[in-house]
C-alpha cells in the first residue's frame, strides 16, 4: 500500500485524513488478576480509544529458564534490573485462556480488539480467535520468519521499528511485502522503558512514511501525552500507548503507563493536533475569524462635537469596534474640523470633517 491508502477496519479506519487510531495497550497491567484486565476493557471504553490490544506469549514461547547472566535484565535498567528473564515474563504475560473473554468484552464495547503475537504458534491461536489486525513488538523486527507467518494471514500489520536500523526495517517490511502483506503500518517507536522526550526522534515519522511509502505513527513508552500529541502534528496516524488502571496499583508497565482519565485526555487532545496540522498555509480571517474582525479598533467620535469643532484626541480616539477610518489616519486628521454635529459612539469617516 502506499502512504495515502487507508486500511478499513471493522469500527475505525487508519490512514492519513482519518482520525487518530489511538491503541491501548494492557500489557501486563492486568497483574495477573483477569478481573482486572476485564475492569481495564471497560475503563478503556471511557476514552474514546479505537482498539485495545495485548500480548500473545509464554514464558517457555519467549526465553528458557536460565539464571546465566544474558538471561537477566541490565542492573542498572530503571524498572527491570536484574530481573531474570523467565520470571518477567512470566508474571508479564496474559494467559492465553483469558484472551477470548478480554476479547468478547473488548468488543462488546465496540472497541477493535487485537494482539502481538511472539512466536508461530500464537499467531495460529489468533487466527482462531477472529483477530482482524496483528502488530509486532520492535524486538521481534529481526525475526524475519516470524514476521513472514503473520504476514501469510493477510490481515493487516502494525510493526514497531524500535532499536531498529533502516536496513533492518527494509529487510523487514521486504520479508513482509514478499509473504502477502498488503497493509502495513510503521510505528516510530523508542524501545526504552520508561523512554524520554529527548529520545523520541519524531521525525523518523515522516522519514519512515518517504522511506517506505507506508502509514506511520507512534508508539511511545514515554511518561505524560506530549510526545504522543506532538506526533499526531508530525502526521502519525496511529498512537499506541500503555495503560493501567492506576498507577499506584504497581505492575511491569505501570510507571509509564496511563490512567483511563489520561488516555481520555490523549484521544482528544491528539486529534485536536491532527486535525491543526492539517489546516494548511492561509492568511486573512478564517470563517470564524470574521465575527472578531468587527473588533479590530478604528476612530471614533468619543464626545458630543459641534460643527466647526476640531478634531483632537479628546472627541476622537482609536477604539474598539471597527466600521471608522483607520487608527493610522488619526495624524492625517487631527485639526480638522467637523462639518456637522456628531454625536459620541459615531464613527468617524471623511464626510463628518
Given at each position: 500500500m502506499d502512504a495515502s491508502q487507508t486500511i478499513a477496519l471493522s469500527n475505525s479506519s487508519i490512514g492519513r485524513g482519518q482520525p487518530i487510531f489511538t491503541i491501548a495497550e494492557m500489557s501486563g497491567n492486568h497483574n495477573g488478576e483477569l478481573s482486572r484486565a476485564l475492569s481495564i476493557v471497560d475503563a478503556v471504553a471511557t476514552t474514546g480509544a479505537k482498539a485495545l490490544k495485548i500480548q500473545t506469549y509464554t514464558a517457555d514461547t519467549l526465553?528458557?529458564?536460565?539464571?546465566?547472566?544474558?538471561?537477566?535484565?541490565?542492573?542498572?535498567?530503571?524498572?527491570?534490573?536484574?530481573r531474570n528473564l523467565y520470571?518477567?515474563?512470566?508474571?508479564?504475560?496474559?494467559?492465553?485462556?483469558?484472551?477470548?473473554?478480554?476479547?468478547?468484552?473488548?468488543?462488546?464495547?465496540?472497541?477493535l480488539p487485537f494482539s502481538t503475537p511472539f512466536d508461530p504458534s500464537s499467531v495460529a491461536f489468533l487466527e482462531d480467535l477472529g483477530v482482524e489486525l496483528y502488530k509486532t513488538a520492535s524486538a521481534e523486527i529481526v525475526d524475519?520468519?516470524?514476521?513472514?507467518?503473520?504476514?501469510?494471514?493477510?490481515?493487516?500489520?502494525?510493526?514497531?521499528?524500535?532499536?531498529?536500523?533502516?536496513?533492518?526495517?527494509?529487510?523487514?517490511?521486504?520479508?513482509?511485502?514478499?509473504?502477502?502483506?498488503?497493509?502495513?503500518?510503521?510505528?516510530a517507536c523508542t524501545a526504552a522503558y520508561p523512554a524520554v522526550p529527548e529520545e523520541a526522534r519524531l521525525?523518523?515519522?515522516?522519514?519512515?512514511?518517504?522511506?517506505?511509502?507506508?502509514p506511520v505513527g507512534l508508539s511511545d513508552h514515554t511518561t505524560g501525552i506530549g510526545v504522543a500529541v506532538a506526533a499526531a502534528g508530525f502526521g502519525a496516524v496511529v498512537v499506541e500507548k500503555h495503560v493501567t488502571l492506576d498507577r499506584a496499583d504497581g505492575g511491569v508497565d505501570s510507571e509509564f503507563s496511563l490512567t483511563p482519565s489520561e488516555f481520555s485526555?490523549?484521544?482528544?487532545?491528539?486529534?485536536q493536533a491532527r486535525v491543526a496540522a492539517s489546516s494548511g498555509v492561509s492568511f486573512g480571517p478564517t470563517p470564524d475569524e470574521r465575527a472578531v474582525v468587527?473588533?479590530?479598533?478604528?476612530?471614533?467620535?468619543?464626545?458630543?462635537?459641534?460643527?466647526g469643532e476640531p478634531v483632537a484626541p479628546?472627541?476622537?480616539?482609536?477604539?474598539?469596534?471597527?466600521g471608522g477610518l483607520p487608527p493610522d489616519c488619526f495624524n492625517e486628521i487631527v485639526g480638522r474640523r467637523f462639518v456637522r454635529d456628531v454625536k459620541r459612539g459615531t464613527p468617524l469617516s471623511w464626510d463628518l470633517i
Open positions: 526465553t528458557i529458564d536460565s539464571d546465566l547472566p544474558a538471561f537477566r535484565v541490565r542492573g542498572d535498567h530503571d524498572l527491570w534490573g536484574g520470571s518477567l515474563y512470566r508474571e508479564a504475560h496474559t494467559p492465553w485462556e483469558w484472551h477470548a473473554e478480554i476479547f468478547a468484552r473488548t468488543r462488546k464495547h465496540g472497541l524475519l520468519p516470524l514476521l513472514r507467518e503473520v504476514a501469510r494471514t493477510g490481515k493487516p500489520v502494525i510493526v514497531s521499528t524500535g532499536m531498529a536500523t533502516l536496513s533492518e526495517i527494509d529487510s523487514a517490511v521486504t520479508a513482509m511485502r514478499d509473504a502477502g502483506c498488503s497493509q502495513l503500518v510503521l510505528l521525525g523518523n515519522i515522516r522519514a519512515l512514511r518517504e522511506a517506505f511509502d507506508v485526555a490523549l484521544v482528544t487532545a491528539s486529534e468587527a473588533l479590530r479598533r478604528s476612530l471614533f467620535v468619543v464626545a458630543d462635537v459641534r460643527a479628546e472627541n476622537v480616539r482609536s477604539i474598539r469596534p471597527a
